[in-house]
């Protein structure tokens, strides 16, 4: 069933879905990164997360707000997180990826600097 299949569903389940603290927090959390906000992004991220740990989509879009900028441990190890939890997420291995050889395109004496 498509997410906005859900919400389409009326009653007190659409309710429920629009209006858990963790959910509205990520998409606060996706207007600031469309805004490009990326701090506040990743700091409503991580109210998110503190409202349910294991939300996929925040810890993706907290890998995102990371590598924006230029965080690319915290940026690798919220895509990794993602991967654990959802390890057929091709956006996640993707992302993984672009900072790793981000991070193997930097000579050594910058990464050490």
Do not use: C, I, N
């Amino acid at each position: 069933m498509a997410f906005g299949a859900l919400a389409g569903a009326g009653g007190a389940y659409a309710q429920r879905l629009w209006d858990d603290p963790a959910f509205v927090l990520y998409q606060e959390a996706a207007e600031a990164m469309d805004r490009g906000d990326h701090p506040r992004a990743a700091a409503l991220a991580r109210s998110a997360l503190a409202h349910y740990p294991d939300f996929v989509l925040a810890h993706f879009l907290l890998g995102q707000a990371a590598l924006a900028r230029g965080l690319r441990d915290e940026a690798a190890a919220a895509f990794r997180k993602v991967l654990a939890l959802y390890p057929g997420s091709l956006a996640a291995r993707g992302a993984l990826q672009t900072v790793e050889r981000a991070v193997d395109a930097v000579p050594a004496t910058e990464a050490s600097a």
